[in-house]
């Protein structure tokens, strides 16, 4: 049931694939709740994936950029400035490869190549993003930007392999870029921290199916949805979190704060 949260405010959603995606629900959400978006992906996933049907579905503009070329953020930012008649409100990046897990590299037998092109897709192209946002003065004062991340960043999980790392630096970029955008823009900068969750990027970490039953006899109240996590952040970009900034937060039904559950102790 729709609570007109996002009412007047506007944003850009990275990393709708197809409808599986987190970024995906999150738009559908965004504009449940009478926020406006512009839709964005890398060309090739623009061209191999599903997005050109959200856009028609929201009516939002479906704008290409690679999220590691600072000039194709330029260019979107300044679009999005242009669409929107001004400062928007709100940026989800939903952005996650890594091409050693998706090339079945072992953590201890990386190409490092590959970890470096893994890095700079999934988490300093937040950086980069953050800084073009910074530097356009894009958002509104109240703004909020979130990114998606995984407990990997916390504790070991060996087939997210070289995703750990990444969510690691992703996570440290939202603490130290977001001082910055609250001391001197008041926006607040947080990163997701969601349940696995089955989606394209999701079926890439080997024994997915397994880890999902695992997490969920983990967790208290069973794996966030994409479709929950679309809510939570929904919640983020809503006037009722304004002076929540430079967190991790963890959408997960509890399992990062549960050791262990009855149900996996019966299981042995
Ligand atoms: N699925 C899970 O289990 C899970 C759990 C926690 C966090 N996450 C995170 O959620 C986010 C979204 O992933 P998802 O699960 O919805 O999968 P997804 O595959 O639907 O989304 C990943 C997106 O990243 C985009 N992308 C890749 N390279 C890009 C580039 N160079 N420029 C711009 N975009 C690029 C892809 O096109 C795709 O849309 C990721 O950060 C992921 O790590 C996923």
Aim: hydrophobic letters at 40%; glycine letters at 8%; aromatic letters at 10%.
């Amino acid at each position: 049931m729709p609570h007109n949260l996002l009412k007047n405010k506007k944003g850009i959603i990275f990393g709708a694939l197809d409808n599986k995606s987190i970024a995906w629900k999150v738009a559908e959400t965004v504009k449940e709740e009478g926020g406006d978006v512009i839709l964005t992906n890398a060309p090739v996933a623009i061209r191999m994936g599903d997005i050109d049907k959200l856009g028609k579905q929201l009516d939002s503009p479906v704008i290409a950029a690679d999220a590691t070329s600072i000039l194709e953020l330029e260019n979107l930012i300044q679009t999005a400035l242009e669409h929107f008649k001004g400062k928007f409100d709100f940026v989800l990046h939903s952005i996650g490869m890594s091409l050693n897990v998706r090339k079945k590299r072992d953590y201890t037998n990386q190409n490092h190549e590959w970890t470096k092109k893994g890095w700079d897709i999934s988490a300093l192209s937040f950086h980069k993003l953050l800084q073009v946002l910074y530097t356009k003065d894009a958002l509104n004062k109240w703004g909020s930007i979130v990114a998606l991340t995984y407990i990997a960043a916390q504790r070991t999980f060996p087939n997210y392999n070289d995703m750990a790392d990444n969510k690691a630096y992703l996570e440290s970029i939202a603490r130290s870029f977001g001082y910055f955008f609250g001391k001197n823009k008041k926006v607040r900068v947080n990163t997701v921290s969601q349940s696995p969750t089955r989606t394209t990027a999701g079926q890439g970490v080997e024994g997915l199916e397994n880890f999902l039953n695992f997490s969920e006899k983990t967790s208290p109240l069973g794996n966030a949805t994409a479709s929950e996590c679309a809510h939570y952040v929904v919640s983020l970009f809503s006037d009722f979190t304004r002076k929540v900034t430079m967190q991790n937060l963890f959408h997960d039904g509890g399992f990062s704060t549960t050791g262990v559950s009855q149900e996996i102790i019966e299981d042995f």
